[in-house]
């Protein structure tokens, strides 16, 4: 059983930053792809960002479109953490971000969050004009 506790979210201006952290529990495997979702209200669950297994000791790092030169997915495999540094963030970037885990081949392309994996609870950042 894999637990995923999210933390690091909370208000802050636009133009300001935030490092979101995921410490996961349990039986992850290196080769696990781990990444971020987020859900706005009243939308669905969208992809921001993860990291992919490539093989070998290089891990791939993917962002949607609305992150990327903003935001920085990062893990740590001896602290089995995964991380998510919000740089510039903008008003449309409030959401509840979730932390995921899944195998090694990630949630396809596009990212879909229906593929069977592990979340965390969630964690609400709010980005105020």
């Known amino acids: 059983q894999v637990q995923l506790v999210e933390s690091g979210g909370g208000p802050v201006q636009a133009g300001g930053s935030l490092r979101l952290s995921c410490a996961a529990s349990?039986?992850?495997?290196?080769?696990?792809?781990m990444g971020w979702f987020r859900q706005a209200p009243g939308k669905e669950r969208e992809f921001v960002a993860a990291?992919?297994?490539?093989?070998?000791?290089?891990?791939?790092?993917d962002y949607a479109d609305s992150v990327k030169g903003r935001f920085t997915v990062s893990r740590d495999n001896a602290k089995n953490t995964l991380y998510l540094q919000m740089n510039s963030l903008k008003v449309e970037d409030t959401a509840v971000y979730y932390c995921?885990?899944?195998?090694?081949?990630?949630?396809?392309?596009?990212?879909?969050?229906?593929?069977?994996?592990?979340w965390g609870q969630g964690t609400q950042v709010t980005v105020s004009s």
């Open positions: 349990g039986r992850i495997f290196s080769s696990y792809a």
């Open positions: 995921a885990v899944t195998g090694a081949t990630g949630w396809g392309n596009p990212p879909r969050p229906s593929v069977t994996g592990y």
């Open positions: 990291t992919r297994w490539s093989g070998s000791s290089v891990y791939y790092a």
